[in-house]
């Protein structure tokens, strides 16, 4: 996978486009909110975004260089996408207060693995990130969780099925061998999974929500 060279003008520029938000600034709406953490070049959310007019996208990205790319595609395609916004932010600062049980789904797609042990708290699925998406998501909303990497599939699981509050839905080693399966009828890609598919490589998914 090829590494993004760093725009250093990135943070400034991302605030001149009508789909970015601070996250601070960030007002919730009437429509169902689903939010993508960790959205990269935002094919997943502006494909949902144009396909579902009635949710409202909220991209979370850490990196500006990268939020700038999903910008610049919706302006070079001029994409009418006003039911989407991307903010740059890491996903442990989210306000849990203001986004208290106000998303309807939430998608983790192909998280950074972070293989080392001593790195296990900075993975998506980590317990304490879990303990942020229970308070942030509706009573029936839901976590969709898609990864490449066999690992971050086993630890996550692991955890989740260890916590009393956490329902597993779905799970799938084989995305694609079960692609008529209703969790997965819709599947939209993302730039990873692309890279992936094309490489044959298993897709993993998770699905849950808490009790
Ligand atoms: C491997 S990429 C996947 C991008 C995209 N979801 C896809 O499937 O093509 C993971 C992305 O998550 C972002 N990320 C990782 N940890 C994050 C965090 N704590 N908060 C916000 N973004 C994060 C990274 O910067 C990176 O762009």
Redesign the pocket.
């Given at each position: 996978m090829g590494r993004l060279r760093t725009n250093i003008n990135a943070p400034e520029l991302i605030k001149k486009y009508s789909n970015y938000v601070e996250l601070d600034d960030f007002k919730l709406t009437k429509k169902q909110i689903n939010l993508?953490?960790?959205?990269?070049k935002g094919d997943?959310l502006i494909n949902n975004a144009l396909n579902h007019k009635d949710v409202f996208y909220l991209g979370?990205?850490?990196?500006s260089t990268?939020i700038l790319k999903a910008l610049k595609k919706i302006e070079r395609n001029k994409l009418q996408v006003n039911n989407l916004l991307f903010t740059c932010?890491?996903?442990?600062d989210i306000d849990c207060n203001k986004l208290k049980h106000a998303i309807s789904r939430l998608y983790l797609?192909?998280?950074?693995p972070w293989p080392k042990k001593r790195h296990a708290k900075r993975r998506?699925t980590s317990p304490t990130f879990l303990d942020l998406y229970k308070k942030i998501l509706k009573d029936d909303g839901q976590v969709e969780f898609k990864t490449d990497n066999d690992g971050l599939y086993q630890y996550s699981l692991e955890v989740l099925e260890s916590r009393k509050d956490v329902k597993v839905i779905y799970k799938t080693t084989n995305l694609y061998k079960n692609i008529k399966n209703k969790f997965n009828k819709d599947n939209v890609q993302?730039?990873?999974?692309k890279k992936f598919v094309a490489l044959n490589k298993n897709i993993n998914k998770i699905v849950w929500s808490y009790k």
């Open positions: 993508e953490i960790g959205c990269g997943f979370i990205e850490k990196y990268v932010a890491d996903a442990k797609n192909f998280s950074d998506l993302t730039e990873y999974e």
